[in-house]
């Protein structure tokens, strides 16, 4: 079974762009969650899409948001790019996004804003 | 996640158990604990999670204090291959609440 892919895996954008990254889940998966990885901050959840509805939000500005589709692929925009959002941004999928699932992660996306 | 804690490195001999530590003092009766290690360039993989007593898969086993505000990830026998960053986790709703990260390095 395929794992989860991430496109692009790199990108360079300059401040003020946007942005979108996109995910594919593992077939069958029908929760995706997005996070944020810096060296300052570590690993920081962003949102969770369960059948194409946000149930959860993390501690994020309105800059970020996300969608997910019928067939469960994922993108994640970010607009008005700023320094900061220089991350490995990763997504995982889990087949029900309940507690004990657990979350397949893909390799994840570096952004890069000049 | 502030308020879960881990030390930021480790170094365990090859084919030794390792303890690997971490402190949730304000994890709440339903969290889920759970770990995951992330090896260099890739994304973080499932080690073990549960909830108030003691876990064993093939890969590790993960101790849970009573009052659940520590847990202990146990590597039974150290490999060249478990060197990662081993992260302790609180699960909230399925939002996943990561450690600060514990830096493993296995020495031959």
């Known amino acids: 079974k395929a794992g989860v892919t991430q496109t692009p895996r790199y990108l360079i954008k300059t401040r003020g762009q946007q942005v979108t990254l996109s995910c594919s889940p593992i077939?069958?998966?029908?929760?995706v969650s997005w996070y944020q990885q810096t060296p300052g901050q570590g690993l920081q959840f962003l949102f969770e899409?369960?059948?194409?509805?946000?149930?959860n939000k993390g501690n994020f500005p309105g800059r970020f948001s996300g969608r997910q589709f019928s067939n469960s692929r994922s993108e994640m925009n970010v607009s008005t790019l700023e320094l900061g959002d220089s991350a490995l941004y990763l997504c995982?999928?889990?087949?029900?996004?309940?507690?004990?699932?657990?979350?397949?992660f893909g390799p994840g996306t570096r952004l890069t804003v000049l | 996640d502030a308020k879960t804690t881990q030390p930021n490195s480790m170094e365990s001999n090859e084919e030794e158990p390792v303890h690997l530590p971490c402190n949730h003092s304000?994890?709440?009766?339903?969290?889920?604990i759970h770990w995951y290690r992330q090896l260099p360039s890739q994304g973080p993989e499932y080690v073990i999670h549960?909830?108030?007593s003691n876990v064993n898969n093939r890969m590790a086993s993960l101790a849970i204090a009573e009052d659940r505000k520590s847990s202990t990830l146990i590597l039974h026998r150290a490999t060249l291959r478990d060197a990662a960053v081993y992260y302790c986790?609180?699960?909230?709703?399925?939002?996943?609440?990561f450690g600060t990260g514990t830096s493993l390095t296995v020495i031959p």
């Open positions: 077939s069958g998966h029908r929760s």
């Open positions: 995982a999928s889990s087949m029900t996004g309940y507690d004990t699932d657990t979350q397949y």
């Open positions: 304000t994890i709440s009766g339903t969290d889920y």
């Open positions: 899409y369960f059948s194409e509805t946000q149930r």
């Open positions: 986790i609180r699960n909230t709703g399925n939002q996943f609440y």
């Open positions: 549960g909830l108030t």
